[in-house]
Each structure stands twice: as structure tokens, then as C-alpha cells.
């Protein structure tokens, strides 16, 4: 059975910064590409930031692009997402994803249709 766990969530001062982690167990790391989603209270979920299975090629949504950035380390089975500059608006539960696709195509990452698997969500407030 594959499953995403997440960790690294928690209480921040605006202005600073939280690393967010997704491991998966289970089948090939490489198999997926990878993201991070968002939803804040009474909102959608929102797109965060995508990653290739391979090549490392990286997209980005409007909202955090220039202070997020996502990586992933295949060796470790591990994604990450480095968030920098926080604002109480980036408050919500996180979520990592994974889909068995490949594509040079942001606005396919940003489809929460193309994921079928899901981590558990991990709750990042930013306190002003």
C-alpha cells in the first residue's frame, strides 16, 4: 500500500520560514510526479508548486512563486517544500500529492484530477 506522510507543519511569525516534508512508502519514488497543495479555512484547494518524476523540472503557482520552492530528493523518497517569507495569508492545512504521469506542462500539475494519491495534510499557521 502507498502512502504520503507529511511533516514540518506548525505555528510561525510572519516573515519567516517552515520546510515541509512528504515521504512516500510503497512503490518507486520515481514513479510520481509530486506537489503541494493547499486550503484554507472555507476555500478551495489551492496549487501550490509541481515536480517531475524525473529531471527536476519545477512549476509554480501564482500566490507563492519567487518564495516558495519545491525539491525532491529520490534517494530519500522525500518532497519538499521550502517556504519562505510567510504571511498569515499562507495559513491552511498542506497537503502533498502524487500522480503516476510525466509532463512539461504546469497548468497539468496544477489539476487536482492527475493526483491519486494524498497525504494525511499538515497545518501551517503564520501568526502576524
Known amino acids: 500500500q502507498v502512502q504520503l506522510v507529511e511533516s514540518g507543519g506548525g505555528l510561525v511569525q510572519a516573515g519567516n520560514s517552515l520546510r515541509l516534508s512528504c515521504t512516500v512508502s510503497?512503490?518507486?519514488?520515481?514513479?510520481?510526479?509530486m506537489a503541494w497543495f493547499r486550503q484554507a479555512p472555507e476555500k478551495g484547494r489551492e496549487f501550490l508548486a509541481g515536480i517531475a518524476r524525473i529531471g527536476g523540472m519545477t512549476f509554480y503557482g501564482g500566490p507563492v512563486k519567487g518564495r516558495f520552492t519545491i525539491s525532491r530528493d529520490n534517494a530519500k523518497n522525500t518532497v519538499y517544500l521550502q517556504m519562505n517569507s510567510l504571511k498569515p495569508e499562507d495559513t491552511a492545512v498542506y497537503y502533498c500529492?502524487?500522480?503516476?504521469?510525466?509532463?512539461?506542462?504546469?497548468?497539468?500539475?496544477?489539476?487536482?484530477?492527475?493526483?491519486?494519491?494524498w497525504g494525511q495534510g499538515t497545518q501551517v499557521t503564520v501568526s502576524s
Open positions: 510503497g512503490r518507486t519514488f520515481t514513479t510520481y510526479g
Open positions: 500529492a502524487a500522480g503516476e504521469f510525466y509532463s512539461s506542462s504546469a497548468g497539468f500539475y496544477a489539476q487536482e484530477r492527475v493526483y491519486t494519491l
